[in-house]
Antibody, heavy 125, light 107 residues
Framework: QVTLRESGPALVKPTQTLTLTCTFS??????????VSWIRQSQGKALEWLGL???????HLRPSLGTRVTISRDTSKQQVVLRMTNMDPADTGTYFC?????????????????WGQGALVTVSS | AIRMTQSPSSLFTVIGDRVTITCRAS??????LAWYQHKPGKGPELLIY???TLQNGVPSRFSGSGSGTEFTLTIDSLHSEDFATYFC?????????FGQGTRLEIK
């Protein structure tokens, strides 16, 4: 059974760095084609894909976020970590850790078959 | 980025009804579309991918159709557990984008 669980602070101050950890089970990055993304939902807005890390340990990020976001993984711990710098109240929302399978060599062209329940992050002073 | 527009944004309906939700893409996405169900406090669940392929374990009362720019999700004979928010996702072009969601509520 595939599970993903997000953990991290519920409250961060503006300009601080957010670090969220996704701990997963039921699959492994040793399987070619495995991808884990971070997706967020802010109040009243559509879901927004932030970035992913793939089985080759390559990171692919949403261009509009510039250099604010990094995604890394710890294979031995079965964890994927999201770091987002210079947090702003507009970054308030629920952050989801999500699995998908690459189509061919690309993680982009696929749906997401397993989701964590999400971590609510509020950015406020 | 491709814009995904869902309609309606909310729908009041009753158990047993047939429900249709529409998702329109701002440009052609062939059949690179998925539908999800989302309930409060839980992660979204994949219902349909490639516009019309039912994900394993999803009840057959859910179906999807469409290609190009217009897509529909149909729920035949609504069950009580189907009251949730539904949203679409295009994965034809990077970055993937989502619709705003359609909330099904009990009339």
């Amino acid at each position: 059974q595939v599970t993903l669980r997000e953990s991290g602070p519920a409250l961060v101050k503006p300009t601080q760095t957010l670090t969220l950890t996704c701990t997963f089970s039921g699959f492994s990055f040793t399987i070619p084609g495995m991808c884990v993304s971070w997706i967020r939902q802010s109040q009243g807005k559509a879901l927004e894909w932030l970035g992913l890390i793939d089985w080759k340990s390559e990171e692919h990020l949403r261009p509009s976020l510039g250099t604010r976001v990094t995604i890394s993984r710890d294979t031995s711990k079965q964890q994927v970590v999201l770091r987002m710098t210079n947090m702003d109240p507009a970054d308030t929302g629920t952050y989801f850790c999500v699995r998908s399978f690459a189509v061919g060599i690309s993680c982009y062209a696929s749906s997401f078959d397993s989701w964590g329940q999400g971590a609510l992050v509020t950015v406020s002073s | 980025a491709i814009r995904m527009t869902q309609s309606p944004s909310s729908l009041f309906t009753v158990i047993g009804d047939r429900v249709t939700i529409t998702c329109r893409a701002s440009q052609v996405i062939r059949t690179s579309l998925a539908w999800y169900q989302h309930k409060p406090g839980k992660g979204p669940e994949l219902l349909i991918y490639d516009a019309s392929t039912l994900q394993n374990g999803v009840p057959s009362r859910f179906s999807g159709s469409g290609s190009g720019t217009e897509f529909t999700l149909t729920i035949d004979s609504l069950h009580s557990e189907d009251f949730a928010t539904y949203f679409c996702q295009q994965y034809y072009e990077f970055p993937t984008t989502f619709g705003q969601g359609t909330r099904l509520e009990i009339k």
